[in-house]
């Protein structure tokens, strides 16, 4: 299980973008990446590829490391690091250490 999935709100601690707080877009788990809504973005010169499709330049998200974020607990609403804890029905659930909360 990982700490963070998709649509987390995170906090970028370390990089470019220190202190920037953003949405969770994509993960690639194998590469320990992800992309953040607002976060790294880059510049990419495009070129049209269909007739009457317009060229141009576009900023986008671009990916960084996992360990460059730290989740946010939706009820103490602050950066936190994560536990996991063992619930009833034998399921594996991520916890916030601040306050004890599931996530």
Not at 8 to 28: C, F, M, P, Y
Not at 59 to 88: D, H, Q, W
């Amino acid at each position: 299980m990982m700490r963070v999935k998709k649509q987390d709100k995170v906090l970028v601690i370390s990089g470019k973008d220190k202190g920037k707080v953003g949405e969770i877009i994509e993960i690639l788990p194998k590469k320990d990446k992800l992309k953040v809504k607002g976060v790294a973005i880059a510049t990419c010169h495009v070129k049209p590829r269909k007739a009457g499709a317009t060229g141009g330049i576009v900023k986008k998200e671009s990916y960084i490391n996992l360990s460059k974020v730290m989740p946010i607990c939706g009820s103490c609403n602050k950066a936190t690091r994560v536990g996991f804890k063992s619930l009833a029905d034998g399921k594996k659930a991520r916890n916030c250490k601040r306050c004890g909360e599931i996530f």
